[in-house]
């Protein structure tokens, strides 16, 4: 006599149901880290505008910023540092 197979086989939608949670929880964790991203980069803006700012007028013209020139500055940079860091990435 054979002994009767007692391990229940495995269905097939497991491991696709498996699969798929894998991909949202990717998914969701580049949200997570873009969104945590995004929030320091917005936090490093601000306390560069607020350092920028505390400068007096011939501390700004010694590194060549002019006090209207703080906003357009800072974006001017952060277009920079964007590209620089895709570019290697790529």
């Known amino acids: 006599m054979?002994?009767?197979?007692?391990?229940p086989s495995r269905s097939t939608a497991a491991p696709a149901t498996q699969r798929g949670i894998g991909i949202f929880l990717v998914r969701l964790?580049?949200?997570?880290?873009?969104w945590v991203s995004a929030?320091?980069?917005c936090h490093e803006l601000r306390a560069a505008l607020f350092a920028l700012?505390?400068?007096?007028?011939?501390?700004?013209?010694?590194?060549?910023?002019?006090?209207?020139?703080?906003?357009?500055?800072l974006a001017a940079a952060a277009r920079c540092r964007l590209q620089m860091q895709q570019t290697k990435h790529s």
């Open 2 to 7: 054979t002994m009767p197979n007692i391990i």
């Open 29 to 34: 964790s580049r949200h997570v880290d873009r």
């Open 39 to 41: 929030a320091i980069a």
């Open 53 to 73: 700012r505390q400068l007096s007028d011939r501390e700004l013209r010694d590194i060549g910023l002019y006090r209207g020139d703080i906003g357009v500055g």
